[in-house]
């Protein structure tokens, strides 16, 4: 309503066009000073003038333009807007999976800062942000990306390294089995020792911090022992390659060095032995990489 009038749908409005039957997505509003905004997609035959105080799952939209940038809206959401949501999947994927979830109590927890380290090269994910309001989940505001990367990578949930100098992993494919030797028996027996199947390896790489001006050579020692005490503190980690690869692995045994040619140029060893599946829930919960398992598997 502007000076008492609408601007479409009733007798007394501005313009007597009809109403398109389009669906409206967004509108722009400038050059004006206004008090109050509300949009609903009930059908307002009869309507009296006073727009409605209480928000339905019919309203769109009620900004009252309370003196702040908010519009009155965020700080009305605040108050029955329980937690927000963040969900993940793969792109042709129908399934979301929860991967943060965060409380609200003010308007600035609606902003969330989060990064996700466990998404594999080559691949397009669609992530989503979802208010969750009387324990349901209202619809989704979604967005897609598309991960791709030229090295490997070895992260937890707070931080992410890149191993990009004299890379080289060598990879095995693990199942248990015992070769029983029979008397009498030409050929032995193979007996395989239950389910277990999992990938193990040992992965090769100089470490020197890249940063905005090139390879920082004179502190690599620095941060070699940093790598060391992040790959030594016995928690999970994800393990990513270019090629599209990704594990979830525990890092086994001591950590190695070895000069290449330099006493700069130091190469790590790391023997790594898979420990879940970075792409389900449960796992990902298990091991401390997320908070949440509403989702779980």
Not at 264 to 276: F, V
Request: glycine share 6%.
């Amino acid at each position: 309503m502007i000076l008492g009038s609408t601007f479409a749908g009733s007798g007394s409005a501005v313009s007597y066009a009809t109403a398109k039957e389009a669906a409206v997505t967004s509108f722009t509003l400038t050059g004006m000073v206004l008090d109050e905004l509300y949009a609903t997609k009930d059908s307002l035959i009869n309507f009296n003038w006073n727009i409605p105080s209480d928000w339905t799952f019919n309203t769109y939209l009620h900004a009252l333009y309370q003196n702040d940038v908010y519009a009155g809206n965020v700080s009305f959401s605040e108050s029955i807007v329980q937690k927000i949501k963040i969900k993940k999947r793969y792109k042709g994927d129908f399934a979301w999976k929860t991967i943060y979830e965060k409380e609200i109590h003010s308007n600035e927890d609606f902003a969330i800062e989060f990064y996700d380290y466990y998404s594999p090269s080559g691949k397009e994910i669609e992530y989503a942000y979802v208010a969750v309001i009387s324990g349901a989940d209202t619809d989704t505001i979604s967005t897609s990306v598309y991960s791709e990367f030229e090295c490997y990578f070895i992260c937890d949930r707070n931080a992410s390294y890149p191993m990009i100098l004299d890379t080289s992993n060598t990879i095995t494919y693990n199942k248990e089995s015992q070769t029983i030797i029979s008397p009498g028996c030409r050929y032995p027996y193979v007996v395989n020792n239950g389910i277990a199947r999992y990938y193990s390896g040992t992965l090769t790489a100089t470490f020197i911090e890249l940063g905005q001006d090139g390879y920082d050579v004179e502190n690599g020692w620095s941060y070699r022992n940093q790598i060391d005490q992040f790959l030594s503190d016995g928690k999970p980690k994800i393990l990513k390659s270019f090629e599209g690869d990704m594990y979830m692995v525990n890092v086994v045994g001591s950590l190695s060095r070895a000069e290449n040619g330099h006493y700069q140029n130091i190469s790590h060893s790391i023997e790594w032995m898979e420990c879940g599946d970075p792409t389900r829930i449960a796992d990902l919960y298990d091991k401390g990489f997320i908070d949440t398992d509403i989702d779980r598997e």
